[in-house]
Protein backbone atom coordinates (compact mmCIF):
# COMPACT_ATOMS: atom_id res chain seq x y z
CA UNK A 1 0.00 0.00 0.00
CA UNK A 2 1.49 3.78 -0.22
CA UNK A 3 1.42 4.07 3.68
CA UNK A 4 3.93 0.91 3.71
CA UNK A 5 5.74 2.18 0.52
CA UNK A 6 5.81 5.55 2.74
CA UNK A 7 6.81 4.11 5.77
CA UNK A 8 9.27 2.25 4.10
CA UNK A 9 11.13 5.29 2.74
CA UNK A 10 11.50 6.58 5.68
CA UNK A 11 12.92 3.87 7.37
CA UNK A 12 10.43 1.74 9.38
CA UNK A 13 9.51 -1.17 9.02
CA UNK A 14 5.51 -2.46 9.17
CA UNK A 15 4.47 -5.99 10.72
CA UNK A 16 0.35 -6.43 10.11
CA UNK A 17 -2.17 -8.77 11.03
CA UNK A 18 -5.62 -7.99 8.91
CA UNK A 19 -9.11 -9.22 9.71
CA UNK A 20 -10.63 -9.16 6.66
CA UNK A 21 -10.60 -7.03 3.48
CA UNK A 22 -13.17 -5.04 4.94
CA UNK A 23 -11.91 -4.34 8.82
CA UNK A 24 -8.62 -3.07 9.55
CA UNK A 25 -6.27 -5.39 11.90
CA UNK A 26 -3.06 -4.80 14.17
CA UNK A 27 0.26 -3.42 12.58
CA UNK A 28 3.79 -2.55 14.72
CA UNK A 29 6.10 -0.18 13.13
CA UNK A 30 9.15 -0.48 14.23
CA UNK A 31 12.06 1.87 12.94
CA UNK A 32 15.00 0.30 10.82
CA UNK A 33 17.92 1.48 12.83
CA UNK A 34 15.82 -0.17 16.05
CA UNK A 35 15.09 -3.55 14.51
CA UNK A 36 18.94 -3.34 13.18
CA UNK A 37 20.63 -4.02 17.05
CA UNK A 38 18.74 -7.09 17.22
CA UNK A 39 19.93 -10.85 15.31
CA UNK A 40 16.68 -12.52 15.94
CA UNK A 41 12.86 -11.77 14.79
CA UNK A 42 10.29 -14.10 15.42
CA UNK A 43 6.41 -12.53 14.22
CA UNK A 44 3.47 -14.47 15.51
CA UNK A 45 -0.59 -13.39 15.01
CA UNK A 46 -1.69 -14.55 18.41
CA UNK A 47 -5.02 -13.68 17.07
CA UNK A 48 -5.64 -12.87 13.40
CA UNK A 49 -6.29 -8.92 13.15
CA UNK A 50 -6.67 -8.85 17.08
CA UNK A 51 -3.29 -9.51 18.66
CA UNK A 52 0.05 -9.56 16.80
CA UNK A 53 3.39 -10.04 18.86
CA UNK A 54 6.97 -9.51 17.44
CA UNK A 55 10.03 -11.22 19.62
CA UNK A 56 13.48 -9.57 19.25
CA UNK A 57 16.67 -11.05 20.52
CA UNK A 58 20.25 -9.31 20.37
CA UNK A 59 23.70 -10.36 19.94
CA UNK A 60 23.89 -10.61 24.14
CA UNK A 61 20.85 -12.78 24.66
CA UNK A 62 18.70 -10.09 25.61
CA UNK A 63 15.06 -10.07 24.87
CA UNK A 64 12.22 -8.23 23.68
CA UNK A 65 8.47 -8.71 23.02
CA UNK A 66 6.24 -5.98 21.55
CA UNK A 67 2.43 -7.03 21.45
CA UNK A 68 0.07 -4.67 19.10
CA UNK A 69 -3.67 -5.45 21.00
CA UNK A 70 -7.33 -4.39 19.13
CA UNK A 71 -9.81 -6.49 21.79
CA UNK A 72 -13.28 -6.99 20.51
CA UNK A 73 -15.81 -4.37 21.70
CA UNK A 74 -19.61 -4.16 21.59
CA UNK A 75 -20.01 -8.39 22.35
CA UNK A 76 -19.52 -7.97 26.44
CA UNK A 77 -16.94 -9.20 28.21
CA UNK A 78 -16.19 -12.75 27.06
CA UNK A 79 -14.35 -12.45 23.77
CA UNK A 80 -12.05 -9.45 25.96
CA UNK A 81 -11.33 -12.11 28.81
CA UNK A 82 -10.13 -14.69 26.21
CA UNK A 83 -8.41 -12.07 24.62
CA UNK A 84 -6.76 -10.89 27.77
CA UNK A 85 -5.84 -14.60 28.75
CA UNK A 86 -4.69 -14.83 24.45
CA UNK A 87 -2.03 -12.75 25.81
CA UNK A 88 -1.00 -13.54 28.71
CA UNK A 89 -0.30 -16.68 27.97
CA UNK A 90 1.84 -15.30 24.42
CA UNK A 91 3.93 -13.45 26.63
CA UNK A 92 7.84 -15.36 26.60
CA UNK A 93 9.19 -16.02 30.22
CA UNK A 94 12.29 -14.06 30.33
CA UNK A 95 11.71 -11.15 27.84
CA UNK A 96 11.14 -7.68 28.52
CA UNK A 97 7.51 -6.84 27.50
CA UNK A 98 5.80 -3.87 25.75
CA UNK A 99 1.92 -4.21 25.22
CA UNK A 100 -0.10 -1.59 23.31
CA UNK A 101 -2.56 -1.14 21.72
CA UNK A 102 -6.60 -0.78 21.51
CA UNK A 103 -8.22 -2.35 24.47
CA UNK A 104 -11.38 -1.24 24.18
CA UNK A 105 -13.23 -1.44 27.88
CA UNK A 106 -12.95 -0.01 31.01
CA UNK A 107 -12.69 -1.10 34.34
CA UNK A 108 -15.34 0.89 35.93
CA UNK A 109 -18.21 2.91 34.10
CA UNK A 110 -17.00 6.27 35.59
CA UNK A 111 -13.69 5.48 33.23
CA UNK A 112 -16.28 6.32 30.24
CA UNK A 113 -16.77 9.51 29.40
CA UNK A 114 -19.33 10.98 27.49
CA UNK A 115 -17.63 13.65 25.19
CA UNK A 116 -16.21 14.96 28.83
CA UNK A 117 -13.15 14.40 30.51
CA UNK A 118 -14.23 13.15 34.18
CA UNK A 119 -14.37 15.80 36.89
CA UNK A 120 -12.85 18.59 34.44
CA UNK A 121 -14.76 21.39 32.72
CA UNK A 122 -14.32 22.36 29.00
CA UNK A 123 -12.23 25.12 28.58
Request: aromatic content about 8%; proline content about 2%.
Amino acid sequence: THVAATLKARGISCFWSHLSCHQGGVVICIRKSFLDKFDQLSLNSVVKGRILSISLINSCGKALQIVAVYFTTGQGPSPINKEIDKVKTSLIKGYHHIVLGDFNFVLQENDRSQGTVYGYEKA
